[in-house]
């Protein structure tokens, strides 16, 4: 059973960084992507990040330039970098995974089939 923990989040100031981890447990995938989505209240839970296996990246435009997803196979960690927040910034941030990934243009909840429980980024003006 794959499980994933968010952590790292917090209240930050407009202009701050922030490095979001997501420690991975349980079964290993052969092939595997990791995303991680937001979701501000009143809004849709959308894709920020995306690590695949082949270890390319693609990032929502709004974030672009700001975040940075990266893996740590050695300790089954994959993190969000973030740089230069901005108050819109402000969501849950969840941990995403999905096992054969190769190939797929992954963009939404469904795409993927684990889920971790959230950290809160809270990014003040």
């Known amino acids: 059973q794959v499980q994933l923990v968010e952590s790292g989040g917090g209240s930050v100031q407009s202009g701050g960084s922030l490095r979001l981890s997501c420690a991975v447990s349980g079964y290993t995938y052969r092939r595997y992507c990791m995303g991680w989505f937001r979701q501000a209240p009143g809004k849709e839970r959308e894709l920020v990040a995306v690590?695949?296996?082949?270890?390319?990246?693609r990032y929502a435009d709004s974030v672009k330039g700001r975040f940075t997803i990266s893996q740590d196979n050695a300790k089954k960690t994959v993190y969000l970098q973030m740089s230069g927040l901005k108050p819109e910034d402000t969501a849950m941030y969840y941990c995403a995974a999905v096992a054969y990934c190769s190939g797929a243009y992954l963009r939404r909840e469904a795409d993927f089939t684990y889920w971790g429980q959230g950290t809160q980024v809270t990014v003040s003006s």
């Open positions: 690590f695949g296996s082949d270890a390319s990246t």
